[in-house]
Nanobody, 125 residues
Framework: QVQLVESGGNLVRPGNSLTLSCKASGFNVNDYAIGWFRQAPGKHREGLSCISRHGGGTEYVDSVKGRFTISRDDAKNTVFLQMNSLTPDDTAVYYC??????????????????WGQGTQVTVSV
């Protein structure tokens, strides 16, 4: 049974950092492309970063490039999202997702087959 569980969300002050975890079970995280997404109230779910399977190539959207870093620990079967210099605009529910079919990763939600339940990140004074 394929399952993704996010953790690490919290309430932080602007300028602080946070690391999210996406723990996979039922498959090897190295075998699927994994993406991080977020959804703020009243907004569409947007892709932030992704890591391709096997080779582990990474992609970032412009809004997080230089601030967020995606990484994968195959021994822990977990993908991480390190987030620095957080601002109130980063407040959202953060999700990870797995794409079973493609070698590369993308930011299109419809290309992902399995999703976690999400973890809340709130950036506020």
């Amino acid at each position: 049974q394929v399952q993704l569980v996010e953790s690490g969300g919290n309430l932080v002050r602007p300028g602080n950092s946070l690391t999210l975890s996406c723990k996979a079970s039922g498959f090897n995280v190295n075998d699927y492309a994994i993406g991080w997404f977020r959804q703020a109230p009243g907004k569409h779910r947007e892709g932030l970063s992704c890591i391709s399977r096997h080779g582990g190539g990474t992609e970032y959207v412009d809004s997080v490039k230089g601030r967020f870093t995606i990484s994968r620990d195959d021994a822990k079967n977990t993908v991480f999202l390190q987030m620095n210099s957080l601002t109130p605009d980063d407040t959202a529910v953060y999700y990870c997702a797995a794409d079973v079919w493609r070698d590369w990763c993308s930011f299109h939600t419809y290309e992902y087959d399995y999703w976690g339940q999400g973890t809340q990140v709130t950036v506020s004074v």
